[in-house]
């Protein structure tokens, strides 16, 4: 990338402003446009893209997680996309270390790396620090397996597992689990078996006080990055220049159930995805690929194809896309609440013209400014006070605009039958 003079003294004069290296990070609910505002942002400023999703993780799985086509990266670097099998399992804590590891890496070749996701989780982590949980010997992780395993062949399954959980000595982790999320009942027992205390005994650097959320989920808190439960403020390890994307909550809602048709419009999207998951032995909602929005979805709604023969409805099909939608503005909502309050994130509008938006995050890259047209007070920061659009947003319901008549869901219809009867479904 080509930079004029005064951009080259900008830039020197940016990076040696401060000892740590410089990081963007954009986040924002899912559907709000972040990817396309970090690549234009990435081609300014000579940047590197570093995904904080949880799904664009996993191999396979693109249009379901709203993956970047390759041709739309306008030669771009992109890091921690398509790094894991679907079958693997991959935590916040993996994803802490290879952020890390790709952060230094792209700070040493002297470029600029931006990190883009809505994966809120993967962002704490990444910003503030992982807990200091214990980590099992090999002895300790081969016997906590053999348990697993001899509860996962017992007749009581899933249920027993919860039960030991708890007796072991953590009731809320064991009720709080998904079902069938072995995964993070191993880890909890892990922790409970090495340490003698339940995992929500370990303090996060970024939770709230526990009587703030009742206690349910320390990871929900809304501190900002650096911030502790006692206003105590800890050491960074970069240079932080954070961005919340929003938009109007029925603009962004209209946006997001168009999305979820798009992307059932070509069978060869998310539909054959979530079969190719079922076809691997992924149960729905099993693993962290198969409960991830649009996929545990689509995932259900294929297996009772199956189950059917194959055989199903116009009106099955809509009730699932329906479902599909709602989840998916549901969980946009979700991540409204969790960066509502964090004070290192300045709030941009997303309906405003992309180049300035990237103007603006590239003059703040050069000259930190406290304040910008961009980031006015928005639903985002504070309660919606109009009562016209809280019964709006609370009587909302989707109104497709592709999958609008019988006709246009035949083809779906027609690749159900053809590929998803003959399975012998065990439930």
């Not at 972040?34 to 993780?57: M, N, P, T, Y």
Request: aromatic share 8%.
């Amino acid at each position: 990338m080509l930079l004029l003079r005064g951009q080259c003294a900008m830039r020197a004069a940016a990076a040696s402003s401060s000892e740590k290296g410089r990081v963007i990070v954009i986040t924002g609910p899912t559907g709000v446009g972040k990817s396309s505002v970090a690549i234009a942002l990435a081609q300014r400023l000579g940047g590197e893209i570093i995904s904080a999703d949880s799904v664009q993780v996993y191999k396979g799985l693109d249009v379901g997680s709203a993956k970047t086509p390759p041709k739309e990266r306008q030669n771009v670097p992109h890091h921690l996309i398509d790094i894991v099998s679907p079958t693997e399992e991959y935590s916040a804590g993996d994803y802490y270390v290879d952020a890390r590891a790709a952060t230094d890496m792209v700070l040493a070749k002297g470029r600029i790396p931006i990190v883009v996701g809505g994966t809120g989780l993967y962002l704490r982590w990444f910003l503030n620090g992982k807990p200091d949980t214990p980590k099992p010997t090999a002895e300790q992780a081969a016997a906590i397996d053999a348990e697993i395993a001899q509860l996962q062949s017992a007749g009581g399954g899933w249920d027993a597992g919860v039960k030991y959980l708890s007796e072991a000595g953590d009731p809320e982790t064991a009720h709080r689990l998904a079902r069938n999320d072995w995964y993070r009942l191993r880890r909890s027992l892990e922790i409970i078996k090495i340490s003698g205390r339940p995992q929500s005994s370990f303090p996060l650097p970024w939770a709230k006080d526990s009587s703030v959320n009742g206690g349910t989920d320390s990871y929900m808190g809304a501190l900002g990055p650096g911030q502790t439960s006692d206003s105590e403020s800890i050491e960074l390890d970069y240079d932080f220049q954070c961005y919340f994307m929003y938009t109007q909550r029925m603009d962004l809602y209209r946006r997001i159930d168009q999305r979820c048709e798009e992307m059932l419009t070509d069978t060869d999207g998310l539909l054959r995805e979530a079969s190719w998951l079922l076809d691997l032995g992924i149960l729905p909602n099993s693993s962290s690929p198969s409960r991830a929005i649009g996929y545990r979805q689509t995932m259900e709604y294929l297996t009772k194809c199956r189950m059917s023969g194959g055989v199903t409805s116009v009106s099955q099909f809509l009730d699932y896309l329906q479902g599909f939608q709602r989840a998916s503005r549901n969980y946009a909502k979700r991540q409204l609440t969790w960066f509502r309050g964090e004070d290192m994130f300045r709030h941009v509008d997303a309906s405003a013209p992309r180049n300035e938006i990237v103007d603006f995050m590239e003059q703040e890259y050069y000259s930190p400014s406290k304040s910008s047209v961009l980031s006015p007070p928005s639903e985002s920061q504070q309660k919606i006070s109009n009562q016209k659009q809280l019964r709006a947003l609370k009587t909302y319901e989707a109104h497709n605009r592709i999958f609008t008549k019988p006709s246009a869901c035949a083809s779906i219809l027609e690749w159900i039958q053809k590929t998803q009867g003959g399975f012998e479904v065990v439930i």
